[in-house]
Every structure is written in C-alpha cells, then in structure tokens.
C-alpha cells in the first residue's frame, strides 16, 4: 500500500495547529507504514520528519481543484490530507480528508494570514452547508480530531462517507526528575495559550484574574498592539504578562511552573493547550463545552465560559489541601490517552481499509 500525505499546510518557522498535527501524525505514521509527504515549500521541511518527499503547488493556489492530476503520477494507493479542501478532479486513488472543527459556522472570520481572495472565499463557503457536503462527499472516508465533531457532523448530515477520529496530540517535554512529581505550583500563575479572537473570549479570563490579585495571567501567543491595550484596560487590576509568541521552550517552562492554565473559550474543535498543559501535570481550569468535557474529562475543572467569579472560584478551589496535587496527577493520566502513536495507529487503520476497496 502506497500511502501519501498531504503535508501542505506545514508553517514556515513554526506551527500553528493544524501544522502541529501534520507533523505530529506524520512522523509517527512513517513509522509504522513507508509514507511519502507532499509540500510546496522546501522550508516546510525544517519542521517535518525526514521522510520521502514530494513538491507540488500550494493549496492555495487557483490550479487547486485539479491538483489530482499531480498526485496521480505518484501513483498512490490512498492520499490523507489535514484539511478538507484538496482537489480531487480525475483523481485515480482514494481520497481521505480532515475536518478539524465546525466553529467557522458560528464566528465565520477567517485567519488574518491568509490570501484576500482565500478569505473572501473562506466567509461564502461558511454562509452554508452545502459546500462542506459537497467536499466531503466526494472523498471515500474523513477523519475529525473528536468525538465532539464527529457528532456535530453527523447532526448536520454533512456526508455520506463513514467519519473517524483520530485525535491530536502534545509535543512538550519531559519535566526534569524533581519537578516530575510535583504536589504543588511553583507560581501563583495562570497560562492562556490561543488566538485572540472573539470566539476565544479572552476577556473573561483577564476579568476573572483582576479578582485574584494574587496571580498573574500570562497570554502567550502574538497579539496585535491594540488588542494589548484594550485587554489590560478592560480590568485595570488584572495582572497580565504578554509573552507576544513564546518559543516552545519558554512555553514548556511557565506551563510547567503554573497553578494552571486556563481558557474561557466558547467553541473549540480540540483543545491541544489542555493536553500539552495535562501532559506536564498542570491542572486546567476552562469553560464548560462539550469539547473540553471531553479533552479534560475528570481531571479538569469547569466554569460558565461568561462567569468570571465561576473562574477565579474554580482556581481558588486548587489552593485547597490536596486539591492541586490531585487535578495534576489526574491529568498526567488523562493526557496519556492523547499520544501520536495511538492516532497513527488509528490513522493507519483507517488508510488501510480505504485502500482496500475497489474502485
């Protein structure tokens, strides 16, 4: 079986999610089954495994609905692809396509980073349904990173084609022998790892710090200037540290020494900080959606996604005895159901038996 992965929305210099999964899933996949990787940059590379490889057009460029024709000459048995939009006109093998999440339905502004015409047609392609079946239907099998979104797919009727899970998993390192088995914080701090936009609701959590006065709320990733301002002037009293992109290892770091991290979310297609926070055994305190009921299990705590009070109570409730050390020890185990191993497996069982139909 000839399997080729689509490994086309890698970033350059550093992932973003859907890149993280790429490269997380690929790189276990290659190695249990001889996998051949598609990019169109040769700098995609440097954060993808050493596996074979081949250069073909973006994704976003206008020849994308025709790009099977491409991919035929590589003659693969089955082609996987982290997103649901690759052309598959005249494609002469099967086809197995991702859906991350459904949120774009509901908040339908798209990622400020891509082409104009993409985002034009980014917000038309979430004004209805249609489009995502019509993608969908057209390949043989998806795959979605959830429970949570493969019900949401079923419940919209957006294909015809058998749905899988094969979920995401952290890339953090592993914690020195002494801070292993820690029993308490080392700081009275909370970590916000996440875009800024609305759906994000980042608010509530900058309100809900301004009620613990005692920690401080470090938000990771970039932020535009006006966005920083309008943040640390929504609660005056909030003690807020913006990292503006943190490397990975200055991540690792203050996760591993926070109380928690935290997220008021409102709509999420995974959850990858709660793992990554869970995988060093910092406990999570987030909003309460079905996603992070899920992703969390018993192990995290939950609040009202607009209650602030709910949130700062629910990070008082960790400073009570005991209390700290069990949510750490309960999400190191619940993370170690979230592993790039265990989703390539699925993943290759899920390619093996699409490739086994006849056309």
Request: hydrophobic content about 45%; overall charge neutral.
């Amino acid at each position: 079986m000839r399997i080729v992965f689509d490994c086309r929305y890698t970033r350059i210099g550093r992932h973003d999610g859907i890149s993280r999964y790429t490269a997380g899933l690929v790189g276990a996949l290659g190695r249990l089954h001889p996998v051949t990787m598609l990019i169109n940059d040769h700098r995609q590379l440097d954060l993808l495994p050493d596996l074979p490889w081949e250069i073909i057009p973006s994704p976003t460029s206008a020849g994308e609905p025709w790009v099977a024709r491409v991919v035929n000459r590589l003659q693969p048995d089955v082609v996987f692809t982290p997103m649901q939009t690759m052309g598959g006109f005249g494609r002469k093998y099967r086809l197995v396509l991702t859906v991350h999440d459904l949120i774009y339905y509901r908040h339908p502004t798209p990622p400020r980073d891509l082409p104009a015409f993409v985002r034009g047609l980014w917000r038309l392609y979430h004004l209805a349904w249609w489009p995502q079946r019509m993608l969908l239907n057209r390949s043989d099998a998806v795959v979605t990173v959830s429970e949570t979104t493969k019900a949401l797919i079923a419940e919209h009727h957006l294909t015809k084609r058998p749905v899988h899970v094969v979920p995401n998993a952290a890339d953090m390192p592993a914690l020195a022998p002494g801070r292993a088995e820690r029993t308490a914080p080392e700081t009275k701090s909370l970590v916000y790892m996440g875009s800024f936009m609305p759906y994000k609701n980042v608010d509530t959590l900058v309100r809900a710090v301004a009620l613990l006065p005692d920690y401080t709320l470090h938000l990771m990733s970039r932020v535009p200037d006006a966005e920083q301002r309008r943040l640390s002037e929504l609660a005056p009293a909030a003690r807020l540290v913006f990292h503006g992109g943190a490397s990975d290892p200055d991540y690792a770091e203050t996760l591993a020494a926070a109380t928690a991290l935290v997220s008021a979310s409102h709509d999420e297609g995974f959850g990858i900080p709660l793992v990554e926070a869970m995988t060093l055994g910092t406990p999570v305190v987030v909003s309460d959606i079905p996603i992070f009921r899920e992703i969390g299990g018993d192990a995290a705590l939950f609040f009202e996604a607009d209650a602030p009070e709910q949130a700062a109570a629910r990070v008082r409730q960790l400073e009570q005895d005991g209390a700290w050390a069990a949510h750490s020890a309960a999400s190191r185990a619940q993370a170690q159901r979230y592993t790039w191993e265990g989703s390539a497996e699925r993943l290759l069982a899920v390619l093996t038996e699409v490739a086994s139909r006849r056309r």
